[in-house]
């Protein structure tokens, strides 16, 4: 597939190495915090041999990762326009039937007849830009509208993921996540990062699967980076739809609505901590001073918990899967454990893009569900790094 207007590959082609490990899907549970283990809570201490430590870690497995496609969205074309430069990347039969195998496989048959009042009624259930950015992918796919509608409340269920902020040393603020979903041999394919153009800057930036208007990572920069974790509460589908029929928005346009809206960090948490959802979520949210970072524990109405960074009580660091961090995990489900022992073996003073990475790349955290890896900082905006985890 050849990139088009609007769309490029990166320039660098390299794949950086990092260690993984096959399992199965990462079971639900409810971890505890940073303090998880024997270290102190959040305890950033390296320690004699920390660093062959996390060496040992990464060397259970090997991924591949390569960037994905690149594209500019502009926010001064019409909503219907602004995806279709992104849309010309892809085949379009390919993209067809990968979106209608989603949409098979995940969205209870039920759910087809509550969207098909929405799909009449688009723009009285579904705001702008989301709607007119539906409509026009819909026209120019070929699909119908309910498809369009049903491929991106798809996305918002079953994500499982992992979410770091961490505060290093010198007070820079790192934001790290792995998206771990089903129907890896599509997503992989579709995985793009893109840039919301307005007045030839960039208002904000983030990676998604092409056919989804929402982002669940995306950085608005100099400013914050946002993740999204799932949070299941039981019946998904039936609250989500009911929310959604109630006017409720969609976690990820959430999170792309503040990205282009909330003026700094504070903003962007009273913002994402506020706003009625349609699903429970996990919202990690990354600042550019020390301490701006922060987990909210989202109900559909409001928050359940706010999760700040305390690095003056050594905890530097905030490591959320798809649990609350209060309650203790069961034995089968060791990612938020992995993740802290990675960290600790890292320690506050070693932190940075590349042993981010690493952390991330350290099994269970790191699986065959992981479709991509996203480091990332507001403060310096262009290290914005997404890869694509591909097994070897």
Known sequence: LSPAAGC???CSSQSPRAGGGRSAPPPRAAPRGPGAGPSAPGSGAMGA???????????????AAAPPPRCSVSLEQEPQQRWLPALRLFDRAFLRAALARVIDETVPKWVHAAIRPVAEELESFIPQPFA?????MCKALGISVGDGILINLAYEFSAFCTSIVAQDSKGNIYHGRNMDYTFGDILRKITI?????KNGQVAYKGTTFMGYVGLWTGQSPHKFTISGDERDKGRWWENAIAAFLSRNVPVSWLVRDTL???????AAVLKLAATPIIADVYYIVAGTSPKE??????NRRGPADIWPLEPTAGAWFRVETNYDHWVAPPPFDNRRTAAIKALNATGWENINFETLF??????PVLNNYTIYTTVM?????????????TWE
């Open 377 to 389: 900082s507001a403060a310096v905006p262009d290290k914005y790094m997404t890869r694509i985890r």
């Open 293 to 298: 970072g922060v987990v909210i524990t989202r």
């Open 358 to 363: 690493q952390v991330l790349s350290v099994r």
């Open 49 to 63: 041999g920390g660093g062959c430590g996390l060496l040992l870690l990464l060397l259970c497995g090997a991924a």
């Open 193 to 197: 990062d893109v840039q919301f153009m």
């Open 132 to 136: 007119g950015e539906i409509l026009g």
């Open 260 to 266: 282009g809206k909330a003026a700094d960090f504070q």
């Open 8 to 10: 490029e590959r990166p």
